[in-house]
């Protein structure tokens, strides 16, 4: 999630480094695919036990073992499921993405 560019358009986008091997596509590993380089990753269940591709609210799906349990920001952190239904907030979420955009071509002039 720390890939999608900020609201707003004057603030820089942070460089986030993620630690850790990369999965192979060819030999995944076992378990949770990712489980090699997540910071929440257990050292048993995580590598033993593949995690269901679930739904946890209206439209958002997961497939991590302790996705209730953390408290994780997103792209949207200061909204939520029920923020972001209706008519009205169709509208921020066009202006959320004109602003995204604009970062986008900002960067791609530099």
């Known amino acids: 999630m720390s890939a999608i ?6 603030l820089p986008m942070q460089k986030v480094s993620i ?3 990369q999965p192979s596509p060819v030999n995944p590993p ?3 695919t990712f489980h090699p380089r997540c ?4 050292n048993d269940r995580c590598k033993s036990e593949v995690p269901e591709f679930r739904e946890v609210s209206n439209g ?5 073992h302790y996705a209730e349990k953390l ?3 997103g792209a949207l952190e200061h909204k939520t499921t029920a923020d ?11 202006d ?14 530099q």
């Open 5 to 10: 560019p900020p609201d707003d358009p004057d």
């Open 19 to 21: 630690e850790g091997e």
């Open 30 to 32: 076992s378990g949770c």
């Open 39 to 42: 910071t929440y990753a257990d």
């Open 60 to 64: 958002h799906f997961v497939s991590c």
């Open 71 to 73: 408290s994780l920001k």
């Open 84 to 94: 972001l239904e209706g008519a009205e907030n169709n509208q921020q979420i066009d």
């Open 96 to 109: 959320m993405h004109k602003r995204r955009n604009k970062i986008v071509t900002n960067q791609k002039k």
